[in-house]
């Protein structure tokens, strides 16, 4: 399992979430505390929007906490909405292209759980790809072939129903499969203007998710206080510092839409495919 992170709102550095909070990202790669596992050292990766529709992309192998240039990056970029995730794998190889977040024209998309028995199911769900998208998967992971599913199913015109739609026929071909194993998404897509993430799980047991209520400022490892934007929104797969209150878990079941500097949350349930 992984633990990631998302933000919109007005431009914001990078380092501000990425490594200066007491539980940053870098911190939660090393000492996750709401996670099946406390280490995600399988590689990690960013991604940002600026200028351009399409996003900029950092990944690399190595641990998040053992790479200068990340934090070098992280001190100097600054963008309205990007994502970030450190890796745990989930049996699938510690290779570049299967570090998150994974981008396809200006989408980006990253997950924190497992497809159940992936190696049985991954011919399958390959095979369900629309073929003009199969060129573009460039690794091995379930959750760049959950990602894919997506886009099969209409994620650049509705990104909810796709979602849905995705996860629908994932558990339609792993009950089909017989594997009573359940399937844990925990998953974040965007097209650079809105957010949408999902927390969803067979069993109803699923991995943490939370977005910031009223949070102003984070407390940073010096002791000081680092200010946030008023339309700041932040998606953390647990939270940043130890000021708990300002931050909002979502629920079992549900998707969280980020848009226009507001967040909402809705019931979730896969969909079958038409």
Not at 81 to 93: D, E, I, N
Not at 212 to 219: E, K, M, T
Not at 244 to 252: A, L, R
Request: contains cysteine; glycine residues 6%.
């Amino acid at each position: 399992m992984c633990r990631w992170l998302a933000y919109t709102g007005s431009p914001l550095q990078l380092s501000a979430l990425l490594t200066r909070p007491n539980h940053s990202l870098i911190d939660q790669s090393r000492h996750a505390t709401q996670n099946v596992e406390a280490l995600n050292g399988d590689g990690f990766g960013v991604g940002w929007y600026g200028d351009d529709p399409t996003p900029g992309l950092y990944r690399d192998t190595h641990p998040a906490w053992n790479d200068a240039n990340f934090r070098h990056l992280a001190d100097h970029i600054r963008s309205r909405l990007f994502m970030a995730h450190v890796r745990a794998s989930t049996g699938t190889a510690v290779q570049n292209t299967n570090s998150h977040p994974f981008s396809f024209d200006n989408w980006l998309f990253q997950h924190n759980g497992s497809i159940p028995a992936f190696r049985s199911l991954k011919r399958q769900l390959l095979f369900d790809v629309d073929p003009e998208l199969f060129p573009f998967i460039e690794g091995s992971t379930d959750s760049e072939t959950l990602f894919f599913l997506a886009l099969t199913f209409g994620l650049k015109d509705d990104p909810p129903a796709a979602l849905a739609r995705a996860i629908g026929h994932v558990e339609r071909v792993r009950k089909a499969a017989g594997i009573e194993v359940p399937l844990f998404v925990s998953a974040c897509a965007t097209n650079g203007e809105q957010l949408w993430a999902i927390r969803y799980s067979s069993n109803h047991q699923s991995r943490t998710l939370y977005h910031s209520s009223h949070l102003h400022a984070l407390h940073e490892i010096d002791g000081t206080y680092a200010p946030l934007p008023d339309d700041a929104t932040i998606v953390v797969s647990e939270p940043l510092d130890e000021l708990t209150s300002h931050w909002e878990e979502v629920p079992e079941s549900a998707l969280l839409t980020v848009s226009g500097g507001a967040a909402t949350v809705s019931s979730f349930s896969p969909m079958l495919p038409d």
